[in-house]
């Protein structure tokens, strides 16, 4: 792999004494390898080279202004040429890639601890909800990225959040955080919005999907960790048990993230395409995925997470947009080794391939089905 270079590009965002800036990667004959440039092992403060251009008042919406294959760096910085500290990255995905991967919660409690501790630490707390990082979900969003790209030849579109989920909390609505947050905020769904455009630019019909990686430490009435993964398209675990089963289900489409499913072409019902054959829950089993709903688990139970305000926000729900969205939450021990880690990132990437193939169908001339 060659050496990345970095170069002036444009800026972003002026907030009282910081500047929320951008860079743009440049490629230099080859593709952008996702995780030496997006992770330095989650650590938030970086020396920089790169130089200010312009400050501009905002991240340009118009998705032409992001280019394929390349990353953008978003970052603050308190004076021009000091420390800058990334706090949310994008990679533009290839041009015909249907896959958008987002990370929220990645970032390790440590980061708020060690030396340098990030501008942000200073923020208020939230005073709702979960508090915790969801351990290696960023690590773990980046090696799917990578099997896909090894795996087709396409790039998917990556959203890593690099502020600490007690500071900032892009699953939850923004009023629920500290004002000083919103503009981070506002950025990492902007990134989202800028990738559905784009992918739904392509596949005018089908948009693609949106898969919201994040981690769980469900246990079992016994006491045990749960070796499974929820899959969330913003239906509770009691409606997958009504009265009516896969009627029921088939009623309730427009309330989900994956609305726009509903319309696809073939066989299949509504409800088949969350919990059937050849639903994304039946292809993760199939890769070794213990997952719910799907075939051999149709019916949740709790705990169980539905998804938040990102497949809200970001899916087809209510048909406003054509590209869905999936909230997965994997268990710690999908992920609980670097080896682990890799072989199971692996097997996600399989089953998403084999998921585009069977809902959108959509192909990759690179794979062998």
Not at 119 to 141: I, Q, V
Not at 264 to 273: D, I, L, M
Not at 308 to 324: A, M, N
């Amino acid at each position: 792999m060659k050496k990345t270079t970095f170069k002036n590009f444009m800026s972003c965002f002026a907030a009282a004494t910081l500047m929320y800036s951008c860079t743009k990667s440049e490629e230099t004959g080859e593709k952008v390898d996702l995780q030496p440039n997006l992770l330095a092992e989650v650590k938030m403060a970086t020396n920089s080279n790169v130089l200010q251009r312009a400050i501009v008042t905002s991240i340009s919406a118009n998705p032409a202004d992001y280019t394929a294959n390349y990353l953008y760096n978003f970052y603050y910085q308190d004076e021009p040429g000091n420390k800058k500290t990334t706090v949310l990255q994008y990679q533009v995905g290839s041009p015909r890639c249907p896959l958008i991967l987002s990370s929220a919660h990645g970032v390790d409690g440590d980061v708020l601890t060690t030396s340098p501790i990030p501008f942000w630490a200073s923020w208020s707390d939230k005073t709702e909800g979960t508090l915790g990082s969801d351990n290696k979900t960023t690590h773990f969003t980046l090696e799917i990225a990578k099997a896909f790209y090894n795996l087709t030849g396409s790039r998917p579109h990556v959203i890593i959040n690099q502020i600490h989920r007690k500071k900032m909390e892009p699953n939850q609505p923004k009023s629920k955080q500290d004002n000083q947050a919103h503009k981070a905020y506002d950025a990492f769904h902007r990134c989202l919005d800028i990738a559905t455009d784009k992918v739904d630019a392509v596949f005018t019909q089908t948009g693609g999907v949106l898969i919201d990686v994040h981690g769980h430490a469900h246990k079992d009435a016994a006491g045990n960790f749960m070796r499974i993964a929820d899959i969330g398209y913003n239906l509770a675990a009691s409606e997958y048990n009504q009265a009516g089963g896969d009627t029921y289900l088939n009623s309730k489409y427009l309330v989900t993230s994956v609305a726009n499913m509903n319309s696809f072409s073939g066989t299949s019902t509504f409800a088949q395409r969350l919990r059937g054959q050849n639903s994304l829950g039946d292809l993760l089993q199939d890769n070794g995925i213990n997952s719910t709903p799907s075939p051999v688990k149709p019916i949740p139970t709790a705990p169980y997470f539905l998804g938040g305000e990102i497949i809200r926000l970001h899916g087809s729900k209510g048909l406003q947009r054509k590209t869905s969205a999936i909230q997965i939450e994997f268990a710690h021990s999908f992920k609980s080794s670097d080896q682990v880690r890799t072989t199971n990132a692996t097997n996600v990437a399989r089953a998403l391939i084999l998921y585009l193939k069977a809902q959108y169908n959509i192909t990759f001339s690179q794979y062998n089905y």
